[in-house]
């Protein structure tokens, strides 16, 4: 079974930086679009970045300038590098995309992965 699998959460202080990724553990599909959304203690979840299949991003106000979203098709991985992190960043992180069949480009399916913990130590 298709998962998309987070990675690169972490401890850092205020102003580090990290960097997470999200996979497509299976090569037969790949990922369309994505978007990186966040959701900490008691808040609810809210959209912090997303990137379009032919690399179009957005960004929140909240990030902009500081994160960036990329990918590499060839890895079916899509990055979110995060610099200047603030406590405020705190959350676990979550991607969510749009699988398609990579030899047909066919619509499979959305999913969204389990998370990955970022917390910002001031």
């Known amino acids: 079974q298709v998962q998309l699998v987070e990675s690169g959460g972490g401890l850092v202080q205020a102003g580090g930086s990290l960097r997470l990724s999200c996979e497509a553990s299976?090569?037969?599909?790949?990922?369309?679009?994505m978007v990186w959304y966040r959701q900490a203690s008691g808040k609810q979840r809210e959209l912090v970045a997303g990137i379009s299949r032919d690399g179009d991003t957005n960004y929140a106000d909240f990030v902009k300038g500081r994160f960036t979203v990329s990918r590499d098709n060839a890895k079916n991985t899509v990055y979110l590098q995060m610099n200047s992190l603030k406590p405020e960043d705190t959350a676990i992180y979550y991607c969510?995309?749009?699988?398609?069949?990579?030899?047909?480009?066919?619509?499979?399916?959305?999913?969204w992965g389990k998370g990955t913990l970022v917390t910002v130590s001031s």
């Open positions: 969510n995309a749009d699988l398609v069949f990579r030899a047909t480009m066919r619509a499979y399916a959305n999913y």
């Open positions: 299976i090569s037969t599909f790949s990922i369309s679009a």
